[in-house]
């Protein structure tokens, strides 16, 4: 680089460089922003940032660096953002930062960190980001963030320790997010985070069983965002939650929790969005949504789970994205949804052989996207989608469907996309798209239809795209089939047994679309 006197952002990531000169950036006097990220360096000279003076940004992350010289930083007197993510790094000195005032975003997750003395960051007044993993036996010294007071997010990864102090939080009176994950801690102090009286944004992962006191939370009155993974308890106080009274978004992931208290969500007023995981949850309350009369969008995985109470739905009336995931249940009662009335978006996936009945749908005459994929769905009534006037997206994916009625897709007239991919239909009636006038997208992929009838595309409009790859191997189509569709950008046929022929009409008919044998 020694003639690039002027270059001010050099960036060699991912190049499986093995070993930089201790001279190499000797004529970069006006680099401001350097990254090597991703290589396989294992060691750094401690004069090698020298001449970098200027340097604002530096990023030697996913390398496999196992030791830093105490005093390679400091000639980094303007030295904004430091990531060393994603290293072997055992051992920092306790001056290895010393002088680095402007520094403001510092990275050193994802090392195996064995000891950081209690002023590492004591002199970093302008820090506002920091990210660290620890593995430290004996815990972190309760010191170890003095001096941090205007720090705005903090990322801490706890490994080896059992503990953590119950004022290491004392000095981030200014904190706004929080990530803790911890591996081996088995109990935190119910006053741990009174100091975070401020914290909106909280993701905590205990890899652990984790002993949480009832009014832990009680200092997070402006908790908005709550990401709580991972809790390896059987049991939850009914009350844990309640002071969050200003949260906004929750995400609660339970791996041995078999059942949650009908009040486990009172308080929640100004909950916006929930996502609920249980692996273990085998049941729900039917009030248990009952306090969340605001709630905007619920997403559920409940694995075990056999069954919903038919009412479980009917305080979320202003509900707008609903999505089910269940490994376990097999059917649905039909009025489950009677009284979303607002929803927009309903995906339920990932069902055992799921039976839907034709009026589950009835109500939702403002749904505009409705996701059926991988519920290993043999059958569909031909009236399921009667009412979903709106309906933008259909995806019926990766079903066990072998055959649809000509007029299950009658009166939607709206539809932009529709997925029928992977399923087992062997054929399709020529008016079954008839009423798609502005279909965009249609995916018949990975079926076993052997023909198509040559109108059957009639009634589409609009088509942008249309995928065509089935597993049977079509024998016959008709080039006209795709005309007139002046709007067609792309016809994927994959390997169809088609000859050249076909595509040289169609290609002839259809000169500005993308005529590909791909299948995606």
Known sequence: FSSLMNLERLRMSNNNILELDKDIFASQLELKDLSFSGNELTALNKDIFAPLSKLVKLDFSRNKITALDKGIFAPLMHIEALDFSSNKIELLDKSIFSGLVSLKGLNFSDNPIQALDKDMFANLPNLYVLEMETHISEGLDKNIFAGLKDLYSLSLTVRNSKTLHKDI????????????????????????????????????????????????????????????????????????????????????????????????????????????????????????????????????????????????????????????????????????????????????????????????????????????????ISQLDKNIFAGLTNLKKLDLSNNEITSLDKSIFAGLTNLEELDLSDNKITSLDKNIFTDLSKLQELNLCENKIQTLEKDIFAGLKKPQVLSLVFDAKVMRLYSKMFTPMPELETIRLGENELDEQFFEDLRKMLPSSEVTKRAY
């Not at 004392?170 to 081996?184: A, I, K, M, Q, Y």
């Not at 376990?328 to 990932?350: C, G, N, Q, V």
């Not at 052989?353 to 749904?367: P, S, V």
């Open 169 to 376: 939080f004392v000095p981030l009176t200014s904190l706004f997010h929080l990530n803790l994950e911890t591996h081996d801690v088995t109990n935190l102090d119910k006053d741990i985070f009174v100091p975070l009286t401020i914290l909106h944004e909280f993701k905590f992962e205990p890899h652990q069983s984790i002993g949480l006191d009832k009014n832990i939370f009680v200092p997070l009155k402006k908790l908005q965002k709550f990401y709580f993974t991972s809790y390896q308890q059987d049991t939850l106080d009914k009350t844990i939650f309640a002071p969050l009274t200003e949260l906004r978004e929750f995400s609660l992931s339970l791996l041995y929790v078999d059942r949650l208290d009908k009040d486990i969500f009172m308080g929640l007023t100004e909950l916006f969005s929930l996502s609920l995981t249980g692996y273990n949850l085998i049941s729900l309350d039917t009030n248990i949504f009952a306090p969340l009369t605001g709630l905007y969008a619920l997403n559920l995985a409940l694995d075990e789970m056999q069954t919903f109470d038919k009412n479980i739905f009917a305080p979320l009336t202003g509900l707008y994205s609903l999505k089910l995931q269940n490994r376990e249940m097999s059917t649905l009662p039909k009025d489950i949804f009677a009284k979303l009335e607002r929803l927009s978006s309903l995906s339920i996936h990932y069902h055992t052989t799921l039976t839907l009945d034709k009026d589950i749908f009835a109500n939702l005459g403002q749904l505009e996207k409705l996701t059926l994929y991988s519920n290993d």
